[in-house]
């Protein structure tokens, strides 16, 4: 394997991530003229992912981590949004490397390409270029080609495309970027590379012709003489005139049938076979750059419609967690504008309890909080104007389903189940979410399993949100405080007793049943009144008089 710096932009500790040898198999026969769509999006399938101690089938479903991707990452390029390799992605979200230099070293890139037009201009390039390459070794969409050597001499072609804007637009990056850089140099510096440039010099300018050429009056040509033809003998692929005619006698005597054709096509393997692991770096470097220009999308989507996000930073053991401008992504993707809040989470708190009314925000702020983790984790820009957090080795989210008609137990032993399944899969220090704790079975059953739930939970010091509609049980937990790292938020209610989404300390006093029972209308009235409505529907019409 060449000893050229692998450009990676995922991971501190630079790592070749797709299956080497089976992506260089497949570039070598897609180069021959075998059919090949698809083969950069294989490679990624395959590819590893950075360790990480996180599971996803904990919150993936919960947090609609699919959907979050798809909307998440968006790259336009020429007015209209590339397709990405969504699958890729996605894994790379579902599992934050758990190794802090890789977290960093992404936040660092994702810092200078926010702050640095020029370097975004030149990644935004590389892209197309990358794109560009992989359309020509795939030979699939608007790059096919009929001629098989003019599609591999226009792939090599894209390949020193690529290589020269990485050696040459990235001289001022100080991150992760510049391996870009140093990849591209290094490349530059190689005798395979020296051929490549040769061979489509060649090909571009086999000879300078001089022309003299007169123009009459009505702007017709009136003479053309050709003054000098000088081949460019300085490169290693051109013969002089004479030597090539001598060459093609000497191999006709000899009996053999070489066109030019073919000898054009023995040029180029030469060449290619010397920058094969060059492709291959290409197809992980697609990926790589996805995920850093997907992340700048969803950070100019959200500017857009006058919201922040921010690059997070860790906090220290006797810090605050906080989060200012908090909002939910998913509300913001699916066409929605969400209204921020500001948290802050003491760090004595291990679990906090939120109460407060339906639709008042408390699921929504749930996902808030465990998608801000999330995207922290990954090193991406998270949905906040500031943010401190600390780390969280797993998470574990469970958010309030519908019964499913094959549902084995009933909603007291599903609750049980949801649990059991909660602590089996709970590291210490990982975060956790359940959104409505207890609410399958009656208020003093479920008020005891409460309280074990947490007092089991504190064992585990884990950063969780609990929410529940058991206000008095709450309202006896903030008196008592014998539950140790317990804290209180509720949803603030406006002066006419509307929520606001915003989030203070302590413990609702109502949930507003009947006023959201008004505003769906629910109450005796407003059902009298459709009892009526029916009643004079389907009563049958009086017989006719007379």
Known sequence: ???????????????????????????????????????????????????????????????????????????????????????????????????????????????????????????????????????????????????TNRQRLDTLGALKKVIDRMAGEFATAESGLSRLRDAGKAIRATEPYRSLSDLLSYDQQLATVGLKVTVGADGRIRSFDVLSVKESDENQFVNPAWRRWLGKIELFLRGYRFSQDEIMARLIDSVFSGLDHEIVMA??????????????????????????????TMAGPDEPRELSGLFNPLLLLTGMTPVPCDIV??????????????????????????????????????????????????FVASLIEGTEADQAEGRLGTELMRIRALFERLPPNSMVLLDELCSGTNPSEGERIFELVLGMLHKLRPQAFITTHFLSFAQNLEKAGKVPGLSFIQVELSSARRPTYQFVPGVAQTSLAEATAERLGVTGDQLLDLIEQNIRKWRPPAPPEG
């Open 1 to 147: 394997m060449s000893e050229t710096p692998i450009p990676d932009l995922l991971e501190a500790k630079p790592a070749l991530r797709i299956p080497f040898d089976a992506t260089k198999f497949a570039v070598t026969m897609a180069f021959a003229g075998s059919s090949s769509g698809g083969l950069f999006a294989e490679a990624l399938d395959r590819a590893t992912v950075p360790p990480s101690t996180w599971d996803a089938s904990g919150f993936a479903k919960d947090m609609f981590l699919t959907k979050l991707v798809a909307q998440y990452f968006r790259i336009e390029v020429g007015g209209s949004a590339a397709v990405l390799n969504s699958g890729y992605l996605l894994r790379l979200v579902a599992q934050p490397p758990s190794d802090p230099e890789t977290v960093t070293f992404r936040r660092r890139i994702l810092t200078e390409l926010a702050s640095s037009p020029m370097l975004r201009k030149a990644l935004e390039g590389l892209y197309v270029d990358l794109c560009r390459l992989r359309g020509l070794v795939e030979n699939t969409g608007a790059t096919r080609v009929l001629d």
């Open 345 to 394: 989470i003491q760090p004595t708190t291990s679990t906090t309890l939120i109460t407060g009314p339906n639709s008042g925000g408390k699921t929504r702020l749930l996902q808030s909080i465990g998608l801000t983790q999330l995207l922290a984790q990954c090193g991406l820009f998270v949905p906040a104007r500031s943010a401190k957090l600390a780390l969280a080795t797993g």
């Open 283 to 312: 197809v992980q470097l697609l990926g790589d750059v996805e995920f850093h220009l997907g992340a700048l999308g969803f950070r100019d989507r959200v500017e857009s419609v006058g919201l922040a996000v921010c690059l997070p």
